[in-house]
């Protein structure tokens, strides 16, 4: 059974940072795209980043580059999203993906139950 989990998401102030972790199991984590998108209630959802499976390509969407990094440590099955200078519109649930390409549309066929970030102005 493929598992993702989200963690790390919380309340933070604009200008902070977070860093959301992805715990997997049930799949060859080695051999996946990881990524992660952003949904918030009144927004499409959103591409926030992608990482080939062994790291050397990294994706992101145009509102995030620059603030955010996405990193992946093959021998804990887990990966990270960096997020510096997070601003309000950051607000959404935050959820893991994995595919087997890392551009937005994917597919991506495996999704964690995501992990809520707000940000206050």
């Known amino acids: 059974q493929v598992q993702l989990v989200e963690s790390g998401g919380g309340l933070v102030q604009a200008g902070s940072s977070l860093r959301l972790s992805c715990a997997t199991s049930?799949?060859?984590?080695?051999?996946?795209?990881m990524a992660w998108f952003r949904k918030d209630p009144e927004k499409a959802r959103e591409f926030v980043a992608s990482t080939t499976r062994d790291s050397s390509s990294t994706y992101y969407g145009d509102s995030v580059r620059g603030r955010f990094t996405i990193s992946r440590d093959n021998a804990k099955n887990t990966v990270y999203l960096k997020m510096n200078d997070l601003k309000p519109e950051g607000r959404a649930v935050y959820y893991c993906?994995?595919?087997?390409?890392?551009?937005?549309?994917?597919?991506?066929?495996?999704w964690g139950q995501g992990t809520q970030v707000t940000v206050s102005s």
């Open positions: 993906a994995d595919g087997r390409d890392p551009q937005p549309w994917g597919p991506y066929p495996y």
């Open positions: 049930g799949l060859p984590f080695s051999l996946y795209v």
